[in-house]
């Protein structure tokens, strides 16, 4: 449950040992760097470094440039600077091709739109132009309202579909009356054609269809070739960031003219096995020694399997510093059984699951995250057994609506061992229950962080004080003033010399803590209500006895519950980690440390 033990070394060896004691470093995996900020000088990069950083950058451009193809490649060295040059090339060229053509299916989209809107007025595009003696007006307008507002008669209009053409003789007076009777002006596009509108359109749409084509065309061969290059660009991505890292490793490493001194930290059980493996790598021409510092060290998260997905949450927060309990532990423990109490549906949990496993499936970065929302799921499945519900049905117990839909009695003679739905006032009780019971935990598990750092009087003066608080409250409640009031009163005194002022200040905050966990009352009651909402929004359309009535009735269920999952994954993570970070955490963590970065490694 505490962070890895770690330690901080040095290594110091002559300058021709430098590439072999980075490649070991690297290949180890072990070593945190920490970079020299003393009076000696700071080591130069390798020659190779420039060479490969400007590779790295350019191969990184191409790669999120280049569409996603799956494959296997490699890739060679001496050819990798020309092969960057030469993909850039063609992948500059395929960007210009698909912009020029994107450009032209917009203009020609523009050009079709407006013709549309004129079909049927039986002109040219020809006609929308004016002339020395005509004036064009292209725009809606009624044509009725137009002849009895001008006595000229020196016009013609052309009606469209959704647009009228107005060809008069150069007059003011016109111009003057179309405003009078509301007319909108709409300006033509560039048309890049001539003659018949009704022929431009028919031009228009096949050059769109043939614009389509050449656009599919040009990204089927844009992916035929990035599924031949991509593979080696990935290649060559992986060998240079490496290779990158160790060339400029020497950057945070003090030097003199003849030597190299590396500072960094390791976990501590792991001090012999570096030490061997450098000395094998260097020939023994390397010194090793743990440094005796009162810096703090970085993080190394030490759990098991299980635990493992929860440190995502945990760093969500903060990462723990070295000294303290890792809450990883905490969250596996109780996160997932909050979240299952609170949707308790075992229909719901196996929903939930799958957006989940989904969501580790495509994006691998939260791949953690997603796995211990998955933890989350299937507690939902075993309190929605316990309480007997699936999807907002009932389908354990007497009144079993899954053993009357099937027939299948076998279902009735399941019990359900607490039918939330019914006993909705025990969940509100339960939930001031397990406020006391998280928020007190997380009093027991700062005693112990403050006995570590400060010694036991502390640890009970700052944390166990709290708890005698909440007993001496329960005392009063239930025995009177007599039995709470001495307690009360010895908590609080405990809690003046453990916390001063600032103690008693903070006691209101412990009952809004505490009435914080209604959050998984309110929950469990919108949990059973919106699915029940559903059910009762399809059951009429069931009732109907045709097909149509079962379809909607069917469409109904099925968009209802895929809405109601996304709502209860939200409810349900936002208020069960709420009530982690904000009520319990606080009540025993300090976070603020950094994460262990060993060089070469990924953690």
């Not at 719901?348 to 799921?377: D, H, N, Q």
Request: aromatic letters at 12%.
């Amino acid at each position: 449950m505490k962070p890895a033990k770690m330690c901080k070394i040095s290594i110091t060896g002559h300058k021709d040992q430098l590439q072999k004691t980075i490649d070991t470093l690297y290949r180890l995996k072990l070593f945190d760097i920490q970079t020299y900020d003393g009076e000696l000088d700071t080591g130069n990069p390798f020659d190779e470094a420039e060479e490969f950083s400007q590779m790295l950058v350019d191969t990184r451009s191409l790669l999120s440039t280049l569409p996603e193809a799956e494959g296997t490649g490699s890739f060679q060295l001496s050819q990798l600077a020309n092969d960057i040059e030469t993909v850039k090339e063609k992948v500059d060229e395929f960007e210009r091709k698909q912009a020029e053509l994107a450009d032209e299916k917009r203009d020609v989209k523009t050009q079709l739109d407006f013709l549309k809107k004129l079909k049927g007025a039986k002109i040219s595009i020809e006609d929308l132009e004016g002339s020395d003696t005509l004036e064009t007006f292209v725009g809606k307008f009624d044509k009725e309202e137009l002849e009895e507002a001008t006595d000229h008669d020196l016009y013609e209009v052309f009606e469209g579909k959704d647009l009228n053409l107005l060809a008069y003789r150069k007059d003011r007076g016109m111009q003057e009356v179309l405003r009078e009777i509301g007319a909108t002006e709409t300006k033509p596009p560039q048309i890049d054609y001539t003659g018949d509108l009704e022929k431009v359109l028919t031009t228009l749409k096949n050059r769109r269809d043939g614009i389509k084509s050449d656009l599919d065309s040009l990204q089927e061969e844009y992916r035929e070739y990035a599924r031949k290059w991509r593979p080696k660009l990935e290649d060559a991505e992986s060998f240079l960031t490496e290779r990158v890292e160790k060339a400029e490793a020497p950057l945070s490493f003090a030097t003199t003219d003849s030597t190299f001194i590396a500072e960094g930290w390791i976990p501590h059980d792991k001090f012999n096995e570096l030490g061997e493996e450098l000395h094998r790598a260097t020939g023994g021409k390397i010194h090793i020694q743990e440094e005796q510092t009162d810096e703090e060290p970085p993080t190394k998260h030490e759990n098991n399997v299980a635990v493992k997905p929860f440190e995502s949450l945990t760093d969500l927060v903060s990462v723990p510093r070295h000294n303290e309990i890792d809450p990883s532990f905490l969250l596996m423990l109780t996160f997932p059984l909050m979240f299952g109490f609170m949707i308790g549906d075992a229909g719901y949990g196996l929903t939930t699951l799958a957006v989940f496993y989904g969501g580790y499936r495509l994006f691998p970065a939260a791949s953690e995250i997603f796995k211990s929302l998955m933890y989350a799921s299937i507690a939902t499945v075993a309190f929605g057994l316990a309480f007997g519900d699936a999807f907002g049905y009932v389908i354990f117990g007497h009144h079993s609506q899954l053993a009357s839909a099937t027939g299948i009695h076998l279902f009735e003679q399941i019990p359900i061992l607490f039918h939330r739905a019914e006993h909705l006032g025990d969940v509100f009780t339960l939930s001031v229950v397990i406020g006391l019971a998280h928020v007190n935990l997380g009093y027991l598990v700062g005693f112990y962080n403050e006995f570590m750092k400060h010694g036991l009087k502390e640890a009970f003066l700052e944390k166990i004080s709290w708890i005698l608080l909440e007993i001496g409250a329960f005392a009063w409640y239930v025995f009177g003033a007599q039995v709470g009031a001495p307690v009360l009163l010895i908590s609080l005194v405990m809690l003046y010399v453990g916390e001063g002022v600032e103690g008693m200040v903070e006691i209101p905050s412990l009952l809004s803590n505490i009435l914080s966990y209604f959050r998984i009352f309110g929950v469990s009651v919108a949990a059973v209500s919106l699915a029940a909402v559903v059910n009762a929004m399809a059951d009429p359309l069931f009732g109907m006895g045709n097909a149509v009535g079962f379809a909607l009735g069917t469409v109904v269920l099925v968009v209802g519950h895929v809405f109601n999952t996304f709502v209860k994954i939200m409810e349900g993570f936002l208020q069960g980690i709420r009530l982690h970070y904000v009520e319990m955490f606080t009540k025993f963590y300090e976070g603020g440390g950094r994460k262990y970065a060993p060089f070469g490694g990924t953690e």
